[in-house]
């Protein structure tokens, strides 16, 4: 199957850093990226849809001027999330679509603790 | 709206023992694809199967069964001969034919196989 890759694989920041962390199709295009947020021993969560050359789409609740994403090109999206705080630990899933096949494929996840 | 729902929060089994996960769900999309991944400790989804809602036929994969019953709604896990590598947290999703919106995940299953 197509490879997607997140960077960094794990990130620890002091309360109120930004961290960025990136999602990049290897293999294939993705116009469409999806981003997820899982908390400890709970599913995942959608957070927003991330569209190529265009704004991303955020689920209600999620603030879009905390969680900045940037999907400026066919293989890579990034996700900002600025002013980082305790509560925004979590764990941080992309999902790329390759819509050769309309199939979706997801990086192996990045985990953030915040200080 | 998409609603997966897995009943199971937490299934403990012995080794060698069978263990079905269950997994029903709820769409007015009248093609639909249903997805089965495993969450290791590490955090990586691993994808174990994809089927779309034309095929009703059950599949084997190893030690792997997956019975799907469009009557019920219900795509159910079964694993055969349980081994300790198969502790994990099991999610069952549901994403439209169209394949280009967000997987809709349940809350997930996790397995323990005690040695």
């Known amino acids: 199957g197509a490879v997607v890759s997140q960077h960094p694989s794990w990130v620890i920041c002091k309360s109120g850093t930004s961290v960025k962390i990136e999602c990049r199709s290897l293999?294939?295009?993705?116009?469409?990226m999806f981003w997820y947020r899982q908390f400890p021993k709970q599913s995942l969560m959608l957070m927003a849809t991330?569209?190529?050359?265009?704004?991303?789409?955020?689920e209600q609740g999620v603030e879009k001027d905390k969680f900045l994403i940037n999907h400026a090109s066919l293989t890579l999206s990034t996700l900002t999330v600025t002013s980082a705080h305790p509560e925004d630990s979590s764990f941080y899933i992309c999902s790329a679509l390759d819509r050769s096949y309309n199939e979706q494929f997801f990086g192996p996840g990045t985990r953030l603790t915040v200080l | 709206a998409q609603k997966v729902t897995q009943a199971q929060t937490e299934i403990s089994v012995v080794e060698k023992e069978d263990v079905t996960l269950d997994c029903v769900y709820e769409?007015?999309?009248?093609?639909?694809?249903l997805f089965w991944y495993k969450q290791p400790p590490s955090g990586e989804l691993v994808f174990l199967i994809r089927?779309?809602?034309?095929?009703?036929q059950n599949e084997i994969s190893g030690r792997y069964s997956w019975n799907f019953q469009k009557s019920t709604s219900s795509f159910n896990f079964t694993i055969t001969a349980s081994q300790v590598v198969d502790s994990a947290v099991y999610f069952c999703?549901?994403?439209?034919?169209?394949?280009?919106?967000?997987?809709?995940f349940g809350k997930g299953t996790r397995l323990s196989v005690i040695a």
């Open positions: 089927r779309n809602s034309f095929d009703e």
């Open positions: 293999d294939f295009q993705a116009t469409t």
């Open positions: 999703a549901l994403v439209g034919y169209s394949g280009n919106t967000p997987l809709v």
């Open positions: 991330s569209n190529e050359g265009s704004k991303a789409t955020y």
């Open positions: 769409t007015r999309d009248t093609t639909y694809y």
